[in-house]
């Protein structure tokens, strides 16, 4: 039987994850922001997959609906999708090198992006411009020391 | 390390549970009308969020504004009383010329165009994502906002109140993709309707045909047929017209006044009593 512990520090970092998401900041700079509610929620799944996993990615998914005013339930399911994808394959994922991590990483955000864009296409007709595909490479970018972070935070308080 | 989804549902059952839950939502929230409702509770759940996220910009606007020097801040003052000055001149003068024309609209025994009543407001959030552009405001039902009030700033005509709650609402700007309003061509008057495109800098004149009287730098105001928003408040300038004898229609794109990607401050308005009741088709 597992100890549960430390499950605070998932929900906190994933709050604080929210609170970046929707910071203000001028156009230019949010163009390029990362996806930090999906990144930091790809990391619990990697880690932790018991802990936090498709249930944890639909409510993050549904708030994220909410904060960012998005059709309610598109954010959702392709969270949902995403964490899938990483919870089946959790343990080939955790033995690739940073770098492998990161171009799957970026692979798995562009997927979320085209899901999101063919959602919002098919329910409120939004036109397609490439640089709403700025986030992919920024996540990817932001991923190692992002993940050198989290595990850094996982480790000192020995979240499990 | 222990078998890991030992306990509950396969991976594969709750993917599938999430994804019928999620259509559920998208269903609700797109195709019935209770959404607004549920939409503005959520809105006011969630805003502790959006309070803490716009924190550190409040605190370095405070801050900037502190150390601002004595000397700027005299300048600015100076130049505040000026503009003033300069705009209370043309107010008086503004204020003989609408009672001329009430005068002249009793004349004609059309009704009086009443002046409506209005609200400063401070933006609490902007929606970040390019497929919605919303923004949050720090006014609800207890100052009377209701829904499709009209919005503006010093410049032009931002959006329209889509969703109140308490203390908070939320806004539709102008150039969210689901957002239509109509416009007149103000050097011929011609009404025409213009789509946001989910662009920050640009809308969409839809439906033109080819033979129509279109320049490029032409100022588009406020129709007042579409029953929101009050008539002859400037929107946007065309831009650009391309002429494609392949199309349909003309493609005209134009740039609206309002600097929709750096809001601070809004001016709520509230229209002529008698638009309210005919308000709520969308």
């Known amino acids: 039987m597992q100890q549960t512990k430390g499950i605070g520090v998932i929900y906190l970092s994933l709050v604080l994850a929210l609170v970046l998401m929707v910071m203000p900041m001028p156009a230019m700079v949010k163009l390029f922001r990362p996806d930090w509610a999906l990144l930091v929620l790809l990391y619990w799944v990697l880690a932790l997959p018991f802990r936090a996993n498709i249930g944890t990615a639909f409510v993050i998914g549904f708030l994220v609906d909410v904060l960012v005013g998005t059709v309610l339930g598109v954010n959702a399911l392709a969270y949902s999708v995403v964490a899938f994808v990483m919870a089946a394959n959790h343990q080939k994922i955790r033995n690739f090198s940073v770098l492998q991590q990161s171009l799957l990483i970026g692979l798995l955000l562009a997927f979320y992006h085209l899901m999101i864009f063919w959602l919002s296409h098919f329910l409120t007709g939004v036109y397609f411009l490439p640089d709403y595909l700025w986030p992919v490479l920024t996540g990817t970018l932001v991923w190692p020391w992002l993940f050198w972070l989290l595990r850094r935070v996982r480790r000192q308080f020995k979240v499990r | ?282």
């Open chain 2, 1 to 282: 390390m222990n078998p890991i989804f030992e306990r509950g549902p396969s991976l594969r059952l709750r993917l599938f549970i999430v994804t019928l839950l999620s259509l559920g939502l998208m269903v609700v929230d797109r195709y019935t009308d209770s959404s607004t409702q549920l939409r503005s509770y959520l809105t006011t759940a969630v805003s502790p969020l959006i309070y803490i996220a716009s924190l550190p910009q409040v605190v370095l606007t405070g801050a900037s504004e502190q150390f601002m020097s004595h000397q700027r801040l005299l300048a600015e003052n100076e130049q505040l009383r000026e503009r003033l000055l300069r705009q209370s001149g043309t107010l008086q003068r503004l204020e003989f010329l609408q009672q001329e024309n009430n005068k002249l609209r009793e004349l004609l025994g059309s009704a009086p165009v009443a002046e409506g009543q209005r609200l400063v407001a401070e933006v609490m959030a902007v929606y970040s994502h390019p497929f919605s552009h919303q923004i949050v405001l720090n006014r609800g039902s207890n100052d009377g906002v209701t829904e499709f009030q009209p919005l503006i700033d010093d410049l032009g005509v931002l959006g329209q109140v889509v969703s109140v709650g308490p203390t908070s609402s939320r806004a539709l700007l102008i150039t969210d993709t689901t957002h239509a309003m109509s416009l007149r061509i103000e050097r011929t008057g011609v009404s025409v309707i213009a789509e946001g495109l989910g662009q920050w800098d640009r809308i969409r004149l839809v439906h033109l045909p080819h033979s129509i009287d279109i320049q490029q730098g032409d100022r588009l105001v406020t129709s007042g047929l579409d029953g929101r928003f009050p008539e002859g408040y400037p929107v946007a300038r065309v831009s650009r017209i391309q002429r494609d004898l392949s199309q349909p229609f003309l493609q005209v794109q134009a740039e609206p006044f309002a600097q929709l990607d750096r809001i601070r401050y809004v001016l709520l308005l509230w229209p002529q009593q008698d638009a309210s009741n005919e308000g709520g088709s969308d």
